[in-house]
């Protein structure tokens, strides 16, 4: 998988993409997704991500963090990280046919893709700060020190009764936890910061990252593998409202729309410069019990977050100018007609479609000397959004 975003490279007319055999293999694939799919809820594990790492044999090729092979990219090394699910599955649709013929070359087989395993990669990758902005250890020593953390928490050492230092630190790792860590400490920070009479240490997004990688990286820091657990959120609507937060947000949707896109590093940030604004409720900060901030933002976040649709407009012309509309809104080729599933799209369920049948795809297109279509991040993210609409509006 190389990580260089794609160009978008243009197709021939719609017209001469019209042959049922170049797209037919597309129609398996989609009713297989929807089996997989069908109104259920984003879920994934990076503890099976890693796994399928291996097992589809990604890391004979790829290494993450210096494990795996040498011959591709080391993907938890690329310095212009910050993929959204979308330009990833860009990404991983342009780089397909080189990707297949190398596996061909080198006798690699890989094993199948379906959605769920294409949700739990993403979820590794995920884990690996892969759709995280690069952070900068330097300037995170510089955060730890100005914002006035080092005052309060040592290294390795309890530099006040009861406050844990770093080295004792387990949420380092974990997203949800950090967020879940970061929301309980707000209360006693705003004691403290008010007894003392000094301002609240904002954080920007930037400055979060900076100061996770110093953290991390730190000799004293827990070693442990990053984590990412994804639930259905099946308590998080009565979470949403015995929290609080429904007081102020109003309900679950407004929220979406303003965390759309957002990384958990974007919102542990935010919900901590929340601070101030909760300290002057009649009711302090809600604490959160262990996995709980993980079912409320699996519950609120995650599906738009994986999903990562925008734009339909742009959608439907990409729709029609990849050639998709000439088998998918055709009788005659065979293909399904998107706009009567009742299914969600989503970065990982287009990689289930391109791993599954992408190859007999592409051996079609060649033999009828008809290039692969290349898509870019906007592009995958409006195609997304476009086939997410309900089917009237495809149209």
Not at 318 to 337: Q, T
């Amino acid at each position: 998988m190389n990580l260089m975003c794609g160009r978008l490279l243009g197709l021939p007319p719609a017209s001469a993409l019209r042959r049922p055999t170049l797209i037919a293999p597309m129609a398996a694939a989609v009713l297989a997704l929807t089996a997989h799919a069908q109104g259920l809820p984003f879920r994934a594990d990076s503890s099976r991500g890693a796994r399928l790492f291996t097992e589809l044999s990604c890391s004979q090729c790829h290494s993450v963090n210096g494990q795996g092979g040498k011959t591709a990219p080391d993907l938890a090394r690329i310095a212009d990280r910050g993929f959204t699910p979308a330009a990833l599955a860009a990404t991983m649709w342009n780089h397909a046919p080189a990707m297949w013929s190398a596996m061909s070359a080198s006798g690699v087989r890989a094993g199948d893709v379906d959605a769920p395993a294409a949700a739990d990669l993403f979820a590794y990758f995920y884990s690996n700060r892969f759709f995280e902005q690069p952070g900068d250890a330097a300037r995170g020593k510089r955060v730890f020190e100005m914002r006035g953390c080092s005052k309060c928490h040592g290294l390795t050492q309890e530099l006040q009764p009861g406050i844990q230092p770093v080295s004792r630190w387990q949420t380092l790792n974990h997203p949800f936890a950090l967020s879940e860590a970061m929301w309980n400490h707000m209360q006693p920070m705003l004691a403290a910061t008010g007894a003392k009479r000094v301002a609240w240490p904002e954080l920007s997004a930037q400055d979060l990252s900076d100061l996770l990688v110093y953290l991390r990286n730190l000799p004293v820091s827990p070693a442990s593998a990053p984590s990412f657990e994804i639930t259905l959120g099946e308590n998080g609507r009565a979470l949403f409202r015995d929290k609080g937060c429904v007081n102020c947000h109003g309900s679950e949707a407004a929220l979406e729309g303003r965390i759309r896109g957002r990384t958990m590093t974007e919102i542990a940030a935010a919900m901590w410069d929340h601070g101030p604004r909760m300290a002057a409720l009649d009711a302090p900060p809600a604490v959160f019990q262990p996995g709980e901030m993980r079912e409320l933002l699996s519950y609120v976040w995650a599906q738009q977050f994986f999903e990562d649709a925008r734009d339909p407009a742009r959608g439907r012309r990409v729709f029609v100018s990849k050639g998709c509309a000439g088998c998918h809104e055709s009788a005659a080729a065979g293909a399904p007609n998107l706009a009567a599933l009742a299914q969600r799209f989503s970065g990982p369920a287009m990689i289930a479609v391109l791993w599954r049948h992408g190859p007999a795809m592409l051996a079609r297109m060649r033999a009828s000397g008809v290039p692969w279509p290349r898509l870019s991040a906007q592009d995958m993210s409006a195609l997304i959004a476009y086939l997410n609409l309900p089917g009237r509006e495809k149209k």
